[in-house]
């Protein structure tokens, strides 16, 4: 059977067969869904999901055309997920029901609240579905819930960062597809020291997750002896097994690799092998098996960016770029990646993952362009011009990225995290962030800022606000997780 073929034949759940038929039939995004912090605590509406509309031919492209509220205070929304994805598309003959992929879940960073947001009725107006309290998270003895996955076998799987008492702790916490809890998730006597993000790639029988820190340090911002304890500033991979959901294996990557958050498999569920970004130095690691036959991973290396060096109040200091979050394009030829710190995206050719070639950077920001801060490298000229949209001056620096299915526009927003925003932006925690559009090329290589798209977060309804992570309605780059099963059709 040819592959396109696979979805007009048959009965098949949510997304796309494989990651090329998301990339060559998919439709052109329409709407965003924008994760919005607001980080005025006496704001009585709190956090909210923005929709956005990028459709060109709209009268309202390049808004925010609603929000919905939590409508509660302090929650921090963060990072956000699909109850179900193309790791369903495979449906077996006595399935009854077709899985559908409408509603979204966004867990809240302080809180411990789970928020699920409803769009079967209307995409472009979410409605809050179902709100999950804290108290849930502390029974079974976990915090700071970060990144949701859906899972191929329906459930919801979320990860989490720390004990009810904000002590580094990785673990993850399960949900059934009516979103009733189910019990934190790893078996065994092995557990990892701190916990941050995850991806799996069923055909391997792997889910991989990565570390930052102690949510009781993180959350008072960064401090740089917090990294002096690996214990609660983590710096390791972590391996486990689908099946069994034991840890069998832990890498450790070194001074050199402290806080790996960000990671991802390739999308080709027929290839085990993935990045780690490494934050707090901005070095990028490619983790695989070297041998078929033996399930153990190697990670090495494979992109080191040079820190950054800049006069603060006239004294030198040297800046890692930050690199907080790393996608790759459905072709898995481009990884992306941000440095928060240093300002710039970057584009990497990875058809040799471990020789990625940067092809593209942008700066759009910085901590060269704060006040009392200037740029000492002579290399780095265009980080010290800030970067202007419709009058309004780019606050912060790109964090969270979103690539268009087709690879051909990639979104920026710019806050990492409310108190770490504070400590290094605080420009941006009164004037608002912002999202822009980068316009890919995707042949050979380029990145270039689009003039006629910007999300202005400083002129919303209750002030300025901080927009985080950024889905699509259908799915998106760093959502979908495939099965071989489809693959192979």
Known sequence: MDKKDARSCCRHGP????????????????????????????????????????????????????????????????????????????????????????????PSLNSNRIYVFDLSSDERKPVLYREIDGSVLDEHNVSAPHTTHCMYDGTVLISTMGDRNDNAKGEFIQFDS?????????????????GYDFWYQPHFDVLVASEWGAPKLFKRGFKMSDIENPKEYG?????????????FQTINLGEDGITPLEVRFLHDPLKCIGFVGCALNSNLYC????????????????????????????????????????????DDKWLYLNNWLHGDVRQYDISDPKKPILKGQLFLGG?????????????????????????????????????????????????????????????????????????????????TLNPDFFIDFGSEPNGPALPHEIRYPGGDCTSDVWLAETANK
């Not at 710096?235 to 840890?247: I, P, Q």
């Not at 290399?379 to 299915?405: C, H, I, T, Y």
Request: hydrophobic residues 30%.
């Open 178 to 194: 009516e979103f009733n809890c189910l019990g934190t998730w790893t078996r065994g006597d092995v557990r990892p020291d701190c």
């Open 15 to 106: 997304g796309y067969a494989t990651p090329l038929d998301a990339m060559k039939n998919g439709p052109r995004e329409k709407l965003l869904y924008v994760v919005v912090v607001q980080p005025n605590l006496d704001q009585p509406d709190g956090d909210y999901l923005a929709t956005v509309d990028v459709d060109p031919t709209s009268k309202t492209y390049s808004q925010v055309i609603h929000r919905t509220y939590t409508k509660v205070k302090g929650n921090e929304l963060h990072h956000s997920g699909w109850n179900t994805c193309s790791s369903c598309f495979e449906l077996k003959s006595e399935d009854v029901s077709i899985p559908k992929r409408d509603k979204l879940v966004c």
């Open 367 to 447: 901590v060269a362009n704060l006040k009392n801060v200037s740029n000492v490298d002579d290399d780095k000229d265009s980080a010290l011009k800030p970067v202007f949209m419709n009058g309004r001056r780019l606050e912060g620096a790109p964090q969270m990225l979103q690539l268009s299915l087709d690879g051909k526009r990639l979104y920026a927003s710019s806050s990492l995290y409310s108190p770490w925003d504070r400590q290094f932006y605080p420009e941006m925690i009164e004037k608002g962030g912002h999202v822009v559009m980068i316009d890919v090329n995707n042949k050979t290589g380029g990145l």
């Open 235 to 247: 710096r390791s991979l972590h391996f486990y097994r689908l099946s069994d959901h034991k840890l």
């Open 287 to 330: 983790f695989y098996r070297p041998n078929e036959n033996d399930e153990k991973f190697v990670c090495e290396k494979v992109v080191d960016i040079p820190n950054m060096t800049v006069l603060e109040n006239n004294v030198e200091v040297k800046r890692g770029g930050m690199m907080s979050d790393i996608l790759i394009s459905l």
